[in-house]
């Protein structure tokens, strides 16, 4: 991982923001679907980068591949690093969609020092369970698969007509070449494991920096039950933020619902950075403390 090229960077970001939002985006997309976040985070005084994790958009990496997601964690850190590089001691504040916030909660749960500190996460959609069971004859191949061809690429199921509402999302979807409809046993060996490790985590209240969980009530791709019950267990019920008719992609629903979205993304940041009190304990586990495991 060490001798991985570096991932590719979408930079929003602009002279006298008053905090930066670092985009981890999901699977089988890329940071350069967000760009229409990034203009609307801009409106309420905030930049915004993203990378494209390895085997997406223009990163290296064969498509939707992964052995484990530690690489991913490689990824995300230097993302992070690259907003520290870019923009200074400016808050940061981690936004994380559908395989991005189970990428997010596994290094989080991980106990590694962030490569930046950050002043919260936003969790959208995250994949912490499928919308629906995969049949048993499907789980029985991906499984054999995993073992003896981990990179053989099969089809994922995702389409546009899952992913989101707007008609013209779905189209840019459908036409985006570098989104693609595969998976790879090995990934999806990878994610099951890390599924597994953050479900059974010590995360908490306590251990996690301030956390935004958005989910979607309509998602026909991650289960909404799932997080919900990640939540319960986790205590973290009051972090949680329900659409009850979105689809999976909050932030590409159509125009007048995903700028509710960002609105209330932006509010939060608001109250995160109103908060702030420089020095305190609370400011450092809030702002740059790595969290505990324990």
């Known amino acids: 991982m060490a001798n991985a090229p570096a991932p590719h960077l979408h930079d929003w970001t602009f002279p006298d923001a008053r905090a930066v939002v670092a985009i981890v985006h999901g699977y089988a997309e890329h940071g350069a679907r967000y760009a229409h976040v990034a203009a609307g985070l801009r409106e309420h005084g905030l930049a915004a980068l993203a990378v494209d994790l390895r085997g997406h958009g223009r990163s290296a990496g064969r498509r939707g591949h992964i052995d484990d997601f530690a690489s991913y964690h ?71 698969l995993a073992q003896v061809w981990p990179s053989c690429r099969l089809p994922s199921g995702l389409d546009a007509e899952r992913v989101c509402r707007d008609p013209e999302q779905r189209r840019f979807y459908t036409d985006d070449p570098l989104v693609f409809d595969t998976a790879t046993p090995g990934w999806y060996r990878a994610a099951l494991r890390a599924i597994a490790r953050v479900h059974a985590s010590a995360l908490s209240p306590v251990n996690l920096p301030p956390l935004l969980l958005l989910v979607a009530g309509a998602d026909h791709v991650v289960s909404a039950d799932a997080t919900r019950r990640f939540a319960r267990e986790h205590r973290l019920e009051d972090a949680v933020v329900e659409y009850p008719d979105y689809f999976h992609e909050l932030l590409n629903e159509r125009p007048p619902e995903r700028a509710i979205v960002i609105e209330r993304i932006a509010a939060w940041i608001d109250g995160l950075l109103s908060e702030r009190s420089p020095g305190s304990p609370e400011e450092d586990r809030r702002w740059g403390a790595p969290p505990t495991s324990g």
């Open 74 to 144: 490689a990824d995300v850190q230097a993302r992070l690093a690259a907003t520290q590089a870019r923009c200074g001691e400016l808050p940061r504040v981690m936004l994380a969609h559908s395989m991005g916030g189970l990428v997010a909660l596994d290094l989080l749960a991980s106990g590694a020092s962030l490569a930046a500190p950050v002043a919260g996460v936003v969790l959208s959609s995250p994949f912490l369970g499928v919308a629906n069971r995969i049949p048993w004859p499907k789980r029985w191949l991906a499984r054999l």
